[in-house]
């Protein structure tokens, strides 16, 4: 198995994002996250996930796993630190790519549903979990794959 570098992982989300039968795979439930997992290939998994209003994925990172997403509906506030906070807001068609150990928080901060894309390479297989703590990031644990989620 490859790891894809990160910018070709943007064209991947981009590329499934055309697919206008995502918008109704996943029911957008109203108070949690909700996803599937709806590709794996030797180089990259892909996955669909729904955004309640107010939702938040919390600090964490993708291990060894390179990323990126996309929005397909509504709009997310990426939160990232790097010796201060910075939050990006991301519409519909806009994306994010990552490197691997990149840690960020996630979240609907709107009233209306939101819906988005990610692709991973490798396969995720842990997540670190983290707590911010206003000049700095605590590692509080790391999740595998088939425990956790």
């Known amino acids: 198995m490859t ?4 910018l070709p992982l943007l064209e991947v989300v981009r590329d499934h994002a055309a697919d206008p039968d995502l918008l109704h795979l996943l029911d957008h439930d109203p108070f949690e996250r909700s996803w599937i997992r709806l590709l794996t290939t030797d180089d990259y998994e892909l996955w669909l996930i729904s955004w309640p209003a107010g939702a938040a994925t ?8 390179s990323g990126a997403f996309t929005v397909l509906e ?12 910075q939050l990006v807001d991301l519409g519909v068609g806009d994306g994010k790519a990552f490197g691997a150990g990149y840690a960020h928080d996630v979240r ?3 009233e209306r549903p939101a819906l988005s894309l990610h692709a991973y390479s490798p396969r995720l297989t842990t997540m670190t979990r983290f707590r911010f703590r ?7 644990g790391v999740e595998r794959a088939g425990e956790e989620w």
């Open 74 to 85: 509504g709009r997310l506030t990426e939160h990232t630190f790097d010796g201060g906070l």
């Open 3 to 6: 790891q894809l570098a990160v």
């Open 108 to 110: 609907n901060a709107t």
């Open 58 to 65: 919390d600090w964490h990172d993708h291990g060894s796993s």
């Open 134 to 140: 206003g000049d700095r990031l605590e590692a509080l």
